[in-house]
């Protein structure tokens, strides 16, 4: 049963183009959302975060999405950049469980088009 | 300066053997964590430990046994190595945020083929 589902492996994009990736969840009581990065050989990094308590989260090129009626979060880059080429997992948590736990999507290989 | 270092970073070893993975973590946080990532590419929590105190144990064989020496280590000790544990294992971190979800930072990951 996985409770956060990235349901595109892969995605291709244009070098300056804008790109979105999507993440769906099942458990209603998750209410607070991660999106990690992860380059071949290396262990994930952070890259943003978002509350339930917003709907949107902005850092520089990136932002992110929440849905909450939908279970439903999107990271958007904009612009797309090569540097950007990697994996992106999604990762939910219910922040009061007092047990630090996150659930994460299998993950999407994002390719920028030089 | 490695925040999060993990030792080995790959590990070859035959099915039977006892194995272990070392993580240390720089950053001052109280909640360190084991993750297995399989072929599949899950990545899912196995264990987590704040201050020394195991608080998180998922359904996994009692052949791992995490220890955590004091709260900057936390190793994973595997027994009786089977095939299917073959997989990247990742080492993570966070704050304790007082119950509330933090920002985890993870290790590069040791690759773990078992034979």
């Known amino acids: 049963d996985q409770q956060v589902k990235q349901n595109s492996p892969s995605l291709s994009v244009q070098e300056g183009r804008i790109s979105i990736l999507n993440c769906d969840y099942t458990?209603?009581?998750?209410?607070?959302f991660l999106w990690y990065k992860k380059y071949p050989a290396e262990g994930p990094t952070f890259l943003i975060s978002?509350?339930?308590?917003?709907d949107k989260n902005e850092d520089g090129r990136f932002t992110v999405f929440l849905n909450k009626s939908a279970k439903h979060l999107s990271l958007h880059i904009v612009p797309s950049q090569p540097g950007d080429s990697a994996v992106y997992f999604c990762?939910?948590?219910?922040?009061?469980?007092?047990?630090?736990?996150?659930?994460f999507g299998t993950g999407t290989r994002l390719k920028v088009l030089a | 300066d490695t925040a999060v270092s993990q030792t080995p970073k790959y590990l070859v070893t035959q099915m039977g053997n006892d194995k272990s993975i070392k993580c240390e973590q720089n950053?001052?946080?109280?909640?360190m964590y084991w993750y297995k990532q399989d072929s599949k590419k899950f990545l899912k929590i196995m264990f987590s430990?704040?201050?020394?105190?195991?608080?998180i144990n998922e359904t996994v064989p009692n052949r791992f046994s995490p220890k955590s020496p004091d709260k900057a280590h936390l190793n994973l000790h595997i027994n009786s190595l089977e095939l299917g544990d073959s997989a990247v294992y990742f080492c993570?971190?966070?704050?304790?945020?007082?119950?509330?979800?933090?920002?985890?930072?993870f290790g590069p990951g040791t690759r773990l083929l078992v034979l």
């Open positions: 950053l001052g946080h109280d909640t």
């Open positions: 978002i509350s339930s308590i917003k």
């Open positions: 990762a939910a948590s219910a922040a009061n469980s007092g047990t630090y736990k996150y659930i």
């Open positions: 430990y704040n201050n020394k105190e195991l608080i």
């Open positions: 458990n209603s009581m998750f209410d607070y």
């Open positions: 993570a971190s966070s704050h304790n945020g007082g119950g509330k979800a933090e920002t985890q930072y």
